[in-house]
T-cell receptor, first 112, second 116 residues
Framework: AQTVTQSQPEMSVQEAETVTLSCTYDTSESDYYLFWYKQPPSRQMILVIRQEAYKQQNATENRFSVNFQKAAKSFSLKISDSQLGDAAMYFCAYRDNNDMRFGAGTRLTVKP | ETGVTQTPRHLVMGMTNKKSLKCEQHLGHNAMYWYKQSAKKPLELMFVYSLEERVENNSVPSRFSPECPNSSHLFLHLHTLQPEDSALYLC???????????????FGSGTRLTVV
């Protein structure tokens, strides 16, 4: 079964600084999708960014970007110019032809 | 409004009670999911429904019983739960099981369940 590992249970960043959240995954598939979801205190999971495995170019969404290393099965999330509203749980997720698998999450704290 | 609505938001129940969680979506999605979220653990997929038919049951105890009467509604019936079942239960939907892999899922805000 595919597994998703987030090795950082908690991270902290100063407002306006940059932080990188780590994610690795295990799969034997070549065609799949990767996602980062944000879960604020409201508990609703919000899609932040997605990456298609067949695309070599790293996805970018405003202040959010990923570093996708397919051979290393690594998919980290970089948040630039961190804002107080970025404080949340962040989940990395993997999806192929089956269902979606999630990591255990990283709790991000943003210090003013 | 996220498009996926879950009720109730909070639920406290005794081990002998029977209760139900409700999930509703009007996004025109054909697949719906129940996940269990416990602290410091990956989200656990419980059930998958596609076009109102259950397509996956991940070894979930029978004290959890799902129901999908139509493509817009999903229920999770609970009975004789244990304290370790206390968790956040998330519902999600997607356009289809596999066609829209690129789009991910749309989630509700969950039901915080406490079993006493």
């Amino acid at each position: 079964a595919q597994t998703v590992t987030q090795s950082q249970p908690e991270m902290s960043v100063q407002e306006a600084e940059t932080v990188t959240l780590s994610c690795t995954y295990d799969t034997s598939e070549s065609d799949y999708y990767l996602f980062w979801y944000k879960q604020p205190p409201s508990r609703q999971m919000i899609l932040v960014i997605r990456q298609e495995a067949y695309k070599q170019q790293n996805a970018t969404e405003n202040r959010f970007s990923v570093n996708f290393q397919k051979a290393a099965k690594s998919f980290s999330l970089k948040i630039s110019d961190s804002q107080l509203g970025d404080a949340a749980m962040y989940f990395c997720a993997y999806r192929d032809n089956n269902d979606m698998r999630f990591g255990a999450g990283t709790r991000l704290t943003v210090k003013p | 409004e996220t498009g996926v609505t879950q009720t109730p938001r909070h639920l406290v129940m005794g081990m002998t009670n029977k209760k139900s969680l409700k999930c509703e979506q009007h996004l025109g999605h054909n697949a719906m999911y129940w996940y269990k979220q416990s602290a410091k653990k990956p989200l656990e997929l419980m059930f998958v429904y596609s076009l109102e038919e259950r397509v996956e049951n991940n070894s979930v105890p029978s004290r959890f019983s799902p129901e999908c009467p139509n493509s817009s509604h999903l229920f999770l019936h609970l009975h004789t739960l244990q304290p370790e079942d206390s968790a956040l239960y998330l519902c999600a939907s997607s356009e289809s099981l596999s066609r829209d892999r690129v789009n991910g899922y749309t989630f509700g805000s969950g039901t915080r369940l406490t079993v006493v």
